[in-house]
């Protein structure tokens, strides 16, 4: 992903925190994907019971209800994989490494799906190992936003996982679980200037990595920051697009007293507003970068994760 490469622009940093833009009503009742991440981490599973597999690699869609679709290039190669998801609105597309299940988010909510397996053939080109289409009826719109995948992998992140129980413990309100969780990555990590400039494409967060070195690029603050929340039952987006000219990662959370909030959120004494742990911390929550994260035409979603 070569957008990682990019740096924040000065200019944005002396000058960006969003209004917080509700997109859904606050729904009644704890749905059922936000119940049970409360009891115990959801963990993804390939239970084998609806599958389109070759000699070479296997797609398990078992799940999708819960969110999520599972992926393993079983054959021996190498050559660069990639796994494509087309849903109703969007295609994503990822590597894939060999010989290990990864799991893979139906973003995009309820429709029509295509999961494909890719095989560098030469320069550019790549040709289908496999490929499955399938329809989904997610139990609910939280599944996909719960659940560990490739890009927020808290299943394998325990100093991640514990650290997030500690901070939240106690804790039952979910925007008190976001407060102390933004103010722990906010206050604990740097802004790494120089791997934003040397990165390569197709690097994925490792979450304890990212704790113990306290410091990474706004993708690390992201993914931290969504596998802290989603471990203690807190639906949270790992959102990829713009703030301003810039590529950039930021995250979104539900509550049901608040719906879905765009981009992560503070409390300003009045109302919850966007918070950008990024920026909040590159800038060390100064009044300029504030009010520019405050203001949701500064963002533009692309993906979310």
């Not at 550019?124 to 499955?132: D, F, G, H, I, L």
């Not at 950008?276 to 949701?296: L, Q, V």
Request: net charge positive.
């Amino acid at each position: 992903m070569r957008h990682w490469k990019k740096r924040i622009p000065a200019l944005v940093l002396a000058a960006v925190l969003s209004a917080g833009c509700i997109q859904s009503a606050a729904a009644a009742g704890t749905p059922a994907s936000i119940a049970a991440a409360q009891s115990g981490m959801l963990l993804p599973v390939a239970a084998g019971t609806v599958v389109q597999k070759c000699d070479r690699a296997v797609i398990d869609y078992s799940n999708t209800a819960d969110g999520y679709v599972m992926v393993n290039f079983t054959g021996s190669t190498t050559k660069r994989l990639k796994v494509q998801v087309t849903g109703p609105a969007t295609t994503y597309t990822y590597d894939l490494p060999p010989g290990k299940w990864v799991t893979f988010p139906l973003s995009d909510g309820n429709g029509s799906y295509k999961a494909t397996v890719f095989e560098n053939t030469s320069g550019q080109k790549y040709a289908t190992v496999v490929s499955a289409s399938f329809t989904v009826t997610l139990k609910d719109e939280f599944a996909p936003f719960l659940r560990p995948n490739q890009y927020v992998d808290y299943a394998t992140a325990a100093a991640t996982t514990k650290k997030a129980a500690e901070l939240t413990a106690g804790v039952t309100d979910p925007l008190k679980k976001v407060e102390k969780v933004y103010n722990f990555v906010v206050d604990t990590l740097t802004y790494d200037t120089n791997k934003a400039a040397t990165v390569k494409s197709g690097y994925l967060p490792v979450l304890d990595t990212v704790l113990a070195a306290k410091t990474g690029i706004c993708f690390d603050y992201a993914a931290l920051m969504a596998g802290m929340l989603r471990s203690q039952g807190v639906p949270c987006k790992l959102v990829v697009g713009y703030a301003g000219t810039a590529y950039h990662a930021w995250i979104s959370v539900w509550t049901k007293e608040t719906g879905w909030i765009d981009g992560a959120i503070y409390f300003d004494g009045a109302s919850w507003q966007r918070m950008d742990p990024t920026f909040a911390s590159s800038s060390h929550k100064s009044e300029t970068i504030m009010k520019y994260i405050g203001d949701g035409s500064n963002y533009t979603t692309k993906y979310l994760y």
